[in-house]
């Protein structure tokens, strides 16, 4: 979506008029996740997707109708018995994709939006898609200020709230409301679109297998820093994937990052040392902090030494339960960038509530909604694991 809005705004900064679809809401297998955009250039061109080429056609004759009739709509597409040969998703899902047309007139905001996207400060846009009278209309919402045009003081009160939360969570969503904004009712919806700066994946240990997790982090959208207090191994030229080298003892760095509100809940920690003097006070500092991951490479030798070390420390049994050691899933991984598809694999199962069992063999939904359906992931924090590395 990024590299769609900066080119919504060169072209809007342009005074072109831009047709955009942007996925709104998604149910059972759809292709691609809410904020998904595709933009229409004046020129024709194409740049970005809504569902990886299964309606891509349909939004297309939308976006030029719309630029033409200056109407937004709301439109959706999915396979349906009544009209299986129609614009659908042949993955059988189904998506709602809003579809404006974007000047410097309709969205002045636009600049500001981008700028903050690009200096990675937390900023949403929460834009009117169902409503009587005020289709179109949008907030733009940071954590501390709101700006924007919808009419109602009570909705825009609820919109900025509830997309705060969102943002927060790092979500995009479509909220729906009475017509007025409130909490109960309908005819009101609200597509929020955020954008923060993307997670953190900090990788300790300048170590092969940390090359490999570097590249595969950085292919994942992570910002990755490699972390080793060694300055021969810890190098840009060796990690070239990576947006940071820090040479440093690993736990002070943390700490340092953690003071100064660096690294959150959507932080994950790779600590690839097999090192307990690095390892072991680096651990006792991550598992006390409020991260999405920490996991540790080593045998389950090393993994039992390793507890015994920190429980020496004073790391309590429920600190020690936020572990994966050894880290990643059952793949039968040797390699380091097999390894590094491990990890990679238990960190989305953990992030998304996957089983990480083989899809032949489950029944379902594919995709899962965050927020519901979390089961067991073998091999995460809290059951017994079969490390990809070690």
Known sequence: MRDVLAELA?????GEVVGVGTVVATFSSAPRPPGAAMLVGADGEVVGSVSG??????????????????????????????????????????????VEAVSAGSFPQLPDVLAAVRA???VAVATVVEHPEWVGR??????????????????????????????????????????????????????????????????????DFASAMARLGAFLGYRVTVCDARPVFATSGRFP?????????????LARQADQGLVDGRTVVAVLTHDPKFDVPLLEVALRLELGYVGAMGSRRTH?????????????????????SPIGLDLGARTPEETAVSIAAEIIALRWGGG???????????????????????????????????
Do not use: K
């Open 53 to 98: 080429g299964c309606v891509e056609g349909a939004v297309y004759e939308a976006a030029r109708e719309v630029v033409a009739t200056g109407s937004p709509v709301l439109r959706r597409y999915g396979v349906t018995g009544d009209d299986a040969l129609a614009a659908g998703l042949t993955c059988g899902g189904v998506i709602d994709v809003y």
């Open 138 to 207: 949008r907030l733009v919402v940071r954590p501390d200020r709101v700006v924007g045009d919808v009419p109602s003081a009570r909705a825009r009160d609820a919109i900025t709230d509830d997309a705060r939360g969102l943002l927060a969570a790092g979500r995009s969503a479509t909220l729906r409301y009475g017509p007025d904004g409130q909490r109960r009712g309908e005819g009101l919806a609200v597509f929020v679109n955020s954008f923060e700066p993307p997670p953190r994946l900090l990788v300790f240990g300048a170590i």
């Open 241 to 253: 994937e990576a947006d940071e080298v820090v040479v440093d003892w690993p736990h002070r760095y």
């Open 120 to 122: 990675r400060e937390p």
């Open 304 to 324: 039992e030494d390793r507890l015994r070390r920190l429980r020496a420390a004073g790391v309590a049994d429920d600190e020690l339960a936020g572990l994966a």
């Open 10 to 14: 060169r072209r809007v900064a342009a």
């Open 356 to 390: 990480g069992g083989r899809l032949t063999r489950t029944d379902g939904s594919i995709h899962r909604d965050p927020g519901r359906d979390r089961g067991p992931v073998p091999g995460l924090p809290g059951e017994p694991a079969r490390g990809g590395g070690g």
